[in-house]
């Protein structure tokens, strides 16, 4: 029994079919990569674990608790977390600003006039954001306008919100894509940091074989919106399928 | 002080100032002088200077802190100014009681209008709050005659009951409004030299609620609710994925610039006991969104300046008619005079709105931060030339700075 079980899940959107009949079962502490051509329902799937979308038919559960008919808001408070494939910031705000945000969001939703009553000690939390900062190497850049960062700076701004949050899962889409290879590789190394000092669960959508060999445990890969095969990297690499799906070879 | 750091200290004595010393800085010209009709400083246009202003920074917390456009305000002004004349037509005529139920009677209006209008956002909840105005302003004209009076208006009548009060004075007259006996339209002139200036209490009392309004809305956006509101107006998607709900936060940004606008509509009935069903129309909800932005939306002092400004035109620039420009420009030879008259003539007087329409439009298209902005480049400039004096000219080291506005 996995963090995350997806059974049986269809979508379609008018005449198409985006997802049929997906199965997907995420293991407690592993990083899952979801893979698959452009089309395959790779960010469809990611959308009905985060109450984006509701399935037609299946169900997704989250530590046995089921997410369908949930908020986003109410699962991100099970302890979901996503990034974006295009960032999704706060632009108008600095950068600290973004990290106070979540780094105050206490998992219980409940609306509070002084939003950050329900934190014990301010200080840590901001020194905890500050770390942080450091970790993702923007330290310099705390005071700077979210929306004036780079495209790179945006996305592990958005990463560094995310981990601020201590999530159990954290769903990645293309982290890394759009960036330079130096970028891509640090990315990779703080991600390979943070599944070793924590208790994280991590299922991650790339295109980059480089990240998704590099990191993950199992890998599933989608074509057409049903998966095609689930296994660990190594006997995926070689799978006549997987290449027939992604590069239109003849098995 | 008080919770405040330096710069938002020094920015609430300016207010404070500019509030106490409105009498003098609003009548600068010797009264029967020429330059007399410029003169703002009368108890009436004082107080809706600082009526308007407590309006528009109530509007601003919500339209420049969450960046949802409100085109209904008015509502809450028009229920504010009813349930303060009643008060008056029940209770007594002190204004205290009628300020706290126009704000609580306004509050409980905003909760039921924002709780439906803020299902939706952008067009949609501006088209929805101005649904929701026009339905009051209709039903206050039509429907509602027991409570509103409808096309006449709610005023006070001397078989009115006044509990604590009396129904008539002992001449036989409606009595003033009054603070504890203070009474309302009492007012002091002080005459020197050629000027006067009218101290009027009702004045006073509006400009102290004004600093305290404005000091409550200094804390509301420096507070970690202000920032609440800000991450709504930059990304509400993400806000939602950190596992936070920003609908309480909206409404809780909604009932309050609710209630500044029903505090407004309860000043406006205690400087005149009298409300109309016209207090709630579309044109009054527009015209507290010009105000705003004119004066610069999501800045602290901007909604003030922007009120003042438009409070300032209608009442000053309205007044100028032909003979006084006839006056004017009397010095001139005949035909000049009349050409420069027919000139002038659609922008003053009546045409006083062609004048604020098109500098609406060159603040939009130029100062899109308002006035507010265009005190930063000023003060921006003037700084700059300072340094460069000390400096000396080098031309290689400051940059002619690309010119926003075209010259």
């Known amino acids: ?135 993702v190497n923007m330290q310099d850049k705390i005071h700077m306008h979210a929306a004036a960062l780079s495209r790179g700076d945006k996305r592990r701004l958005e990463m560094a919100m995310c981990l601020l949050q201590e999530p159990r899962l954290l769903l990645l889409d293309e982290p890394t894509a759009g960036m330079a290879r130096a970028d891509t590789n640090n990315t990779i190394d703080l991600l390979k940091e943070i599944k070793d000092s924590r208790d994280i669960t991590i299922c991650i959508i790339e295109h980059d074989m480089h990240v998704v060999f590099s990191l993950a445990d199992r890998i599933t890969v989608l074509a057409q919106g049903s998966p095609l095969v689930e296994d660990e990297p190594h006997n995926i690499r070689g799978n006549p399928k997987v290449r027939e799906a992604y590069l239109g070879e003849a098995a | 002080m008080l919770g405040l750091d330096k710069k938002d200290t020094t920015l609430l004595l300016v207010v404070i100032a500019l509030a106490m010393f409105a009498p003098f800085l609003l009548n600068p010209f010797p009264s029967g002088s020429a330059m007399a009709q410029f003169n703002a400083g009368y108890p009436d246009l004082m107080q809706r200077f600082v009526i308007f202003g407590i309006f528009a920074i109530g509007f601003n917390i919500l339209f420049g802190l969450t960046g949802y456009l409100s085109f209904g305000h008015a509502a809450f002004l028009g229920v504010g100014s009813y349930s303060a004349v009643w008060m008056f037509k029940l209770l007594s005529m002190n204004v205290v009681p009628a300020i706290l139920l126009a704000m609580v009677i306004a509050g409980l209006f905003s909760v039921l209008i924002g709780f439906v209008s803020l299902r939706r956002s952008g067009i949609y909840f501006s088209i929805l709050t101005l649904a929701f105005a026009q339905m009051s302003f209709n039903l206050a004209y039509s429907v509602l005659t027991p409570i509103t009076n409808g096309e006449t208006g709610l005023q006070l009548t001397l078989d009115d009951p006044r509990v604590l009060g009396q129904s008539a004075t002992d001449q036989g007259g409606i009595p003033v409004t009054n603070f504890f006996g203070i009474e309302m339209r009492a007012t002091h002139t002080l005459d020197v030299g050629a000027w006067s200036f009218d101290f009027n209490a009702g004045y006073y009392l509006c400009a102290i609620i004004m600093i305290f309004a404005f000091y409550i809305s200094l804390r509301i956006f420096r507070s970690p609710f202000g920032l609440m509101l800000r991450a709504v107006k930059s990304n509400q998607q993400r806000l939602n994925y950190t596992g936070l709900n920003p609908k309480p936060y909206t409404l809780a940004a909604f009932i309050i610039s609710g209630m500044y606008a029903g505090l407004a509509g309860g000043l406006m009935a205690s400087m005149d006991p009298l409300a109309g069903a016209e207090r709630m129309q579309w044109t009054a909800s527009g015209e507290v969104v010009l105000m705003t932005i004119l004066g610069g939306a999501g800045t602290l002092i901007g909604p003030v300046l922007g009120a003042g400004f438009i409070k300032y035109f209608e009442n000053i620039f309205s007044k100028i008619n032909d003979n006084v420009l006839h006056q004017w420009f009397a010095f001139l030879p005949d035909g000049m005079e009349d050409t420069l008259v027919f000139l002038v003539h659609p922008f003053v007087g009546k045409g006083w709105h062609l004048t604020l329409g098109i500098l609406f439009m060159l603040v939009v298209t130029f100062l899109p931060g308002g006035l507010v902005e265009g005190g930063q480049r000023l003060s921006r400039l003037l700084r700059r030339g300072r340094k460069d004096e000390d400096a000396g000219p080098d031309p290689e080291h400051h940059p002619k700075e690309t010119p926003h506005v075209a010259e």
């Not at chain 1, 509701?54 to 908020?71: A, M």
């Not at chain 1, 105050?104 to 939003?115: E, K, Q």
Request: net charge negative; glycine share 12%; hydrophobic share 40%.
């Open chain 1, 1 to 135: 029994m996995g963090i995350l079980e997806v059974k049986g899940v269809n979508k379609r959107f008018g005449g198409l079919q985006a997802l049929g009949d997906v199965n997907l079962s995420v293991a407690e502490n592993t990083v899952h990569a979801i893979i698959g051509p452009n089309g395959a329902g790779k960010s469809t799937l990611l959308n009905c674990l985060v109450g984006k979308l509701i399935p037609d038919t299946g169900s997704v559960s989250f530590d046995g608790k089921s997410v369908l008919g949930r908020t986003p808001f109410e699962i991100n408070q099970m302890g979901i977390s996503r990034v974006f494939q295009t960032p999704e910031i706060f632009g108008d705000l600095t950068v600290f600003e973004n990290m106070v945000i979540p780094a105050f969001a206490r998992r219980d939703g409940s609306f509070r006039m002084h939003a950050f009553e329900s934190v014990s000690n301010e200080k840590d939390i901001c020194i905890k954001a500050e770390q942080m900062l450091v970790d």
